[in-house]
DNA sequence: GACGATTTTAATCACTCGATAAATAAATCA
DNA sequence: TGATTTATTTATCGAGTGATTAAAATCGTC
């Protein structure tokens, strides 16, 4: 009871297990990272996985679960305004699909910084491959934030779209414009030679935020109405 | 001399390997198959991965050089008519404009029906996954198509668009259109319960390249012109 | 059918893996 | 302090890994 927050003892341990858990996972993926490199990096014996995580699949999904509450800190507040707002609003249709894109523009810009945070370096990779085959760990992440913002997005384009939230093709150009992010971190492999980007620094974030709002604009033109 | 063709004594042993380490690999990435499975998939023994391929990094390479020849076929053609088109024509600006647009939805036609190939759940998985963190395997996709469509694909943006071909404006936009299409490959545990699609079928392919035909058109309007 | 070359197989190597039990250390409380 | 719980470490287990060797089988050719 020394210091407020009432720490236990292991916490440190857990801590520096999950941190390094991060990198070592997200560099190598689940089945080229061993127990003992991880426990080598966090500084601790590798039985201590075994003890507080119960074995490496356990650290696995209590690193999922790390990730999604850092995604929530950043996201929920985002989401929550924009869900404010547009209840808020109830203009033109016009004037709801104004709204909407730049509700859309918000929650996107959000997602790109995300993305592109400096410590993202790690837990991206994570995220990215638990999308093309989900474990158990997915759902996690699906639960916790990915289908809650796809919902809201799926609205947000529903309304600058026009398109019926429920119908396949509102879903599909939900998609595609998640892509239009996603693509800069999946497809490394090939955007970064082409673009010549080593790395997402501050000065590509806000190139991307701007094509993307340039797109998205295009895609959705503001000035059509019924 | 019985057969034409050549066919050497241990052909058919490394073509069933290579069958079995794409379908193997796709599933389960390159850590997580061992050599065990692979060749009794394969229906041989595991030393004739070593005596072919010389161990399991070459039969992973050479599962590569197989999957771009099999892309090359597909998409070959497509490009070489492309560039032939553009060469043709030397209208005005706005026509160019109009014919670089309909080249870009043949292009990107052929690669949503080259990834959604039935034969296609295997090999699409492996490169993604290389896509993502390439390893050496990457440059034989790099170097034997990915570059050059990329470059084709540019160079289209560019006379659709009207941006400068080596502009990192024109290049984000490619990458973003790119993104478009591989998003339902790549965040598919996010898209597919989102859409309800468990799998990419004729029905589902149709729809996508319908709207995607429609982001396109909107992205880079026929109308405006000089 | 015998020969040499190519291919396939069985057997084994040294090694790493995740998990775990037993021993030790540290903190907590009576 | 001594007892008890909690945490960490050391050491080891069996299973499974990729690679390799040497023997066996298969082939074309004479």
Redesign the interface.
Known sequence: MSVVNNPKRGDATREALIQAAIDVFGH?????SSTRRIANAAGVNQAAIGYHFGGKQGLYEAVFGHIVSQMQIRMVPVAERAIASLELIQGSAAERRHMALDLLDLVFSAFIDLFGEESATGWV?LV???????TPA?HIL?DGL??RM?RLV?HLVSVASGLDEAS??C??????L???????H??????S???NWNSLGQDQLT??KQ??RI?LE????RGVST
């Open positions: 190598d993926g689940f089945d080229a990779r990215l491959r638990e999308q093309q085959d989900p997915f699906y990915m289908g796809l799926t396949e093709a879903r599909v150009r939900t998609s595609m998640l892509g239009q992010v996603l693509v800069f999946v497809a490394r492999g090939t955007t030679p082409h673009l190139l991307l094509q993307f797109a295009a895609q959705f033109p």
